[in-house]
């Protein structure tokens, strides 16, 4: 038998342990390296390097950008260099590598790479430095060594999720997101046009600029990197890639007059950049949750944002300060997530959609004299009845007097609904299960809805009775191709 005394020192014991390991636990990493130099580790490509290339140079050294005529991946170009000829790394000689000559610092502190961007931190120099004189080998696992370009696109074995979809602004095209691409059909539904394969994983959320020349595609690869690309639709041409915290990016808007480019980000932070130059120029956190949605006013002063922390908020651009909360801030008033949000085509006024299914109308800015008290709600304009499950789209028609919603269940089923704005009524859902929907459109003139999610194909519906008009797979199948 064990007595209550020995009991009690085992437990005694037991949380003194368990302490030590806390203690352990919470040393600085630094700490912990220093009590393991006696065998220095040696810098791995994958985990290590890699990492500091995705944030800081791949943007502009990739196959659809190939700046200096140097691209980063496979390893063998990495090693290999550009246009100048010189090796850009040479294996276990980092004062013969181009690459370590382009990231070190000239007396004056400036640096040839990162263009035109700040040096790398001196860690990262000395991390890549001690990784070429290590003799610079790949440890890249064969499943993370995939890379696609456009002579090598994606091949799908089943069909994909489809997050995102917009028509170009002629009403010509339909841009379709897929696996590392972009995916640019025919309206109709009738012709696969082109391929816009890039770096990110993950597609969450895709514009056409408000001209139509270009498309701005926000996405990334999850827990990793988080990317805005922005293409030149004619040309088919990758203009910027724009690295952005280690998560995918959501919810891109373009500002009317296409110089912004806005999106939500996992780190709960909304951000707009440069639609030229990629700089950042707004960055906001009054958000505590995933950003997921955003829209600029009519006039571009102002962003909006929704969250999965229930909340729409104001922001002012200019001096990117949060202005207020849109959504009621009555404890409790805020059930679920908000997922999307869409400016009227003319006025300030805001179509919301998100956990709840219920599609609501917001004006942008609080009624003048309104003061804001808990209780209140008075930028809510209109509910409409819910739509079963999760809504993930919602978007005005061209002139703003409908707006469609497609929503997600959890039962594997979804649904497409057309409400006329200004009286909420039902003008009608598609007839049949266009499976979960994570992305509606409106075609240019009205007539049509595109939409898509989890079942991997593209419905056309028609947006005065909600018949089906056709349904097609918009990616390239591997057993199709098989099939020729
Ligand atoms: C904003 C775009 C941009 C970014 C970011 C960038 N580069 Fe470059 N890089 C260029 C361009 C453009 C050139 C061609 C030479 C020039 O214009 O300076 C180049 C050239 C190079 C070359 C010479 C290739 C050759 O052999 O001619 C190396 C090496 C290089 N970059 C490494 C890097 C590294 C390492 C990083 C990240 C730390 C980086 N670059 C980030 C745009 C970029």
New binding site residues.
């Given amino acids: 038998m064990i007595s209550a005394a020995t009991l009690f020192a085992m437990a005694v014991l037991l949380a003194a342990g368990y302490r030590a390991a806390r203690a352990d636990d919470a040393k600085p990493a630094a700490a912990k390296a220093d009590a393991a130099t006696t065998e220095p580790k040696k810098v791995s490509y994958f985990r290590d390097v890699r990492p500091v ?1 995705q944030e ?2 791949e ?3 990739q196959p659809a950008k190939r ?4 691209v980063m991946f496979p390893f063998a170009a990495l090693l290999k ?4 000829g ?1 090796a ?1 790394i040479v294996p276990g000689k980092p004062d013969q590598s ?2 370590v000559k ?2 070190t610092p000239s007396k004056k502190g400036k640096v ?6 700040d040096p ?1 931190k001196s860690d990262d120099i000395d991390l890549i430095r001690r990784w070429i004189a290590e003799g610079a080998s790949d440890d890249t696992p064969a499943s993370a060594n995939v890379t696609f370009d456009a002579a090598h696109p994606p091949v799908y074995h089943a069909l994909p999720v489809l997050s995102a979809l917009d028509y170009s602004p002629s009403g010509k095209l339909l841009a379709v997101s897929g696996y590392h691409e972009v995916l640019l059909w025919k309206a109709d539904g009738s012709q696969l046009e082109a391929r816009l394969v890039g770096l990110s994983e993950r597609v969450q959320s895709l514009a056409f600029s408000p001209d139509g020349s270009r498309l701005v595609v926000a996405g990334g690869s999850p827990a990793r990197l988080g990317e805005i690309q922005v293409w030149d639709v004619d040309a088919r041409k990758l203009l910027l890639s724009v690295p952005m915290t280690y998560d995918t990016l959501y919810g891109v808007s373009w500002s009317p007059d296409g110089t912004k480019i806005a999106f939500g980000c996992a780190d709960n932070t909304v951000r707009a950049i440069d639609a030229k130059t990629g700089q950042q120029v707004l960055f906001q956190g009054a958000h505590n949750d995933w950003v997921l949605g955003t829209a600029f006013s009519s006039d571009a002063s102002h962003l909006v944002s929704v969250s999965r922390d229930g909340s729409m908020k104001l922001i002012e651009v200019a001096s990117q300060r949060f202005v207020d909360n849109i959504t009621s801030i009555t404890p409790g008033a805020l059930k679920g997530g908000l997922a999307t949000v869409d400016r009227h085509p003319k006025k300030d006024e805001l179509v919301v959609g998100g956990a709840d299914g219920v599609p609501k109308i917001f004006l942008m800015y609080r009624p003048a004299g309104k003061e804001r008290k808990i209780g209140d709600d008075f930028n809510l304009i209109r509910s409409f009845d819910a739509l079963p499950g999760r809504i993930y789209a919602v978007e005005y028609n061209p002139d703003g007097s409908q707006i469609v919603a497609g929503s997600s269940s959890p039962d594997g089923t979804g649904e497409i609904r057309v409400y006329e704005a200004a009286t909420g009524r039902l003008i009608c859902k598609y007839q049949g299960d266009p499976g979960p929907i994570f992305s509606a459109r409106f075609s240019r003139d009205g007539k049509q809805v595109a939409a898509a999610g989890f079942g991997g194909k593209v419905v056309l519906m028609d947006a005065a009775t909600g018949k089906p008009l056709k349904e097609f797979i918009p990616v390239p199948l591997a057993a199709a191709a098989a099939g020729k």
Avoid: F, R, T, V
């Fill in positions: 290339l800081h140079c943007g502009c050294h700046s200096g005529e140097y260099g550009g246009e100048s010189d850009a181009n690459l382009q990231i040839e790479m990162p263009k035109d961007k790398l």
